[in-house]
């Protein structure tokens, strides 16, 4: 079996989605040597690198992470390369998803990772593509970009989440997925009360 790392690394003082104040920090509480042992801490927000939102994110009353099923965040996934920009609905036009889980989008976005201009412009969802996909039985959806929708937009958020999904945001090395179906999998620390978390996605073929 393959496992293809599908997340970016989180770093010291990295760029954040805009407006968000709080930039991670890996901080060394202890070094090796004279017997004393290595000891990190971590601050960052719950949003930050490659990370999934739950659909709590953007509708009140649904399950935050600690009791979130994590079933539904593993299945069958399919990546599909699609243009940069708004990401129109007949992005898909003829794919049949009956059986996938998890639609992961390519937009080659990832490139601009740890640039300045990652976080402006970046590739989203129209509302048409996020109402095809909110209708197609999956799980989730995932982007090489920071969002789903256009900074400061929520449209394509609230359209996945009133359908249960969640988003899977900042994914890398989708260049590397197979054209056939694998399983994905993108577990969450189980955080109280939270709608989004850090993730380590892999894909495995």
């Known amino acids: ?24 920090a890996i901080r060394r ?11 990190s801490a971590l601050v960052a927000g719950c949003h930050a690198g490659t990370h999934i939102d739950l659909p709590l994110h953007f509708k009140a009353g649904e399950p935050s992470l600690e009791a979130y099923p994590l079933e539904g ?3 069958r996934a399919r990546v599909f390369t699609v243009p940069q920009g708004r990401i129109p609905a007949d992005a898909l036009a003829g794919a049949d ?3 996938v889980c998890f639609v992961l989008l390519r937009t080659g976005w990832e490139r601009h990772w740890g640039t300045s201009a990652y976080y402006r412009d970046w590739p989203w969802l129209e509302p048409g593509l996020a109402e095809l996909l909110a209708g197609a039985g999956l799980r989730g ?12 937009g929520e449209v394509s958020h609230g359209i996945l989440a009133a359908a249960g ?3 899977i945001e900042n994914l890398a090395n989708l260049d590397r997925l197979p054209d ?26």
């Open 97 to 99: 998803l009956s059986g």
């Open 73 to 75: 965040c593993i299945g």
């Open 1 to 24: 079996m393959q496992v293809i790392d599908l997340s970016h690394t989180l770093r010291t003082d990295m760029a954040v989605y805009p407006g968000d104040e709080t930039v991670p």
């Open 29 to 39: 509480l202890s070094e090796h040597g004279d017997g004393r042992h290595q000891s």
């Open 180 to 205: 056939e179906d694998f399983l994905f999998a993108a577990l969450p620390l189980k955080l109280e009360g939270a709608e989004a978390s850090p993730v380590r996605a892999v894909a495995l073929i």
């Open 141 to 152: 959806v995932g982007l090489d970009s920071p969002s789903i929708d256009p900074l400061d």
């Open 165 to 167: 999904l969640i988003n």
